[in-house]
């Protein structure tokens, strides 16, 4: 990984922080799930370091939480040695999560993983949503509902959810899950 000094305590704060009381979804849990899935496309170490930190700060109902993701990532990953350039694309990976569009080609697989969630069997995407629910719990059911409804609808009418060819096969089914979703409102 070209550091100069132990990852574990570095992982030991991340793993910390995906186990916050106040998560229900975005939990160690869908780190696992995403490194898991993430097993079939190579994964360089920035992309497993921008999984790792993606969502490590996780505060509802900030607006900033990529950006403080990203900005702890820098500190941290700086701190352990890495070279500016591979700190520089763990942030910019990191940073793409927010509008999940990437803006350099190393992000297109740790956003189809982020996103591969939408494409999971119907049970699991409703308990996801459901998870999803309960981190916003600050939120009026109404408000809720038309907020999430906005999220549903902006990924469907993009041309495309996923940017990968791996990512590409979870397309219909994750865009029927929305359509069901929406469909429940």
Known sequence: ??????????????????CEPHRRYHTIGHIAQMLWQGRELALTDEQVM?????????????RTNERDSAQ??????????????????????????????PTIES??????????SLAADWEVFDSNS?????????LDEATYQREERAVF???????????????????????ANLQRALGKK
Not at 7 to 18: E, G, H, N, Q, T
Not at 130 to 138: L, N, S, T
Not at 153 to 170: D, M, N, Q, V
């Open 1 to 18: 990984m070209g550091t100069v000094s132990s990852p574990a305590p570095l992982l030991l704060d991340l793993s910390r922080r995906y």
């Open 50 to 62: 921008a999984i790792w930190y993606h969502d490590a700060i996780y505060r509802v109902p900030s």
């Open 72 to 101: 702890l990532a820098v500190a941290q990953l700086t701190a352990l040695g890495w070279p500016s350039a591979r700190v520089d694309a763990v942030e910019r990976m990191v940073l793409d999560t927010e509008g999940h569009e």
């Open 107 to 116: 992000s297109a697989a740790v956003l189809d993983l982020d996103l591969a």
């Open 130 to 138: 459901a998870d999803i629910r309960a981190e916003y719990q600050h």
């Open 153 to 175: 609808e902006r990924f469907l009418a993009r041309t495309s959810i996923f940017h990968t060819p791996w990512g590409t096969k979870l397309e219909a089914k994750a865009r």
